[in-house]
Structures are given as structure tokens and as C-alpha cells.
């Protein structure tokens, strides 16, 4: 299973034998449960750094609009100005 195997099935990109919403329903239960444990980080550095793997998997995935709202729940302007930098996209309305 991989992020872009969900993305594919967005944007209807995908080979026939694929199990496009097997992909989808993977990735967003892998998803919901990795911002679960990130919300359980109490160390604001360690809960935005873990928010921008999920923002780069979300990328992935073509999961743009979820990708923007994660980004203001990052805190530690480090993070934040790296993510910005590698989707410079996620900054445009």
C-alpha cells in the first residue's frame, strides 16, 4: 500500500488490476491512526515533526486540502518553514 496508490485513485490514474478503494480506505485508516499517536505527543517539536510526515504522506496522496489544514497545526517554525518550502502549493488558496 502506498500513498500515491490512493493519490492514483483520486485523480482515476490507476491500473485495473488495483484495488483502488482497498488503497483509499488503507491509507485514510492509516492516516486517522497516525494523527491519533501525533496527538498524544506532548513535545510541541516532536508532535510537529510528526504532523509533517503526515502532511508529506498526505502530499503523496494528492490529499492536498487535509495537507493544508495539518499545516496550522504545526508550531515550531522550523518545521513549518521547511514544510512550506517543500509544498510551497500548500500556502495558495
Known sequence: MSAENAGREREGNYQPLERPTYEQDRYEKFRVEALKLAD?????????????????????????DDARALLKHVKVDFIRDKIVASYPQLTRK
Open 40 to 64: 498524544t505527543l506532548t513535545d510541541e517539536f516532536n508532535r510537529s515533526a510528526a504532523v509533517r510526515f503526515i502532511i508529506d504522506v498526505s502530499i503523496r496522496a494528492g490529499d492536498f
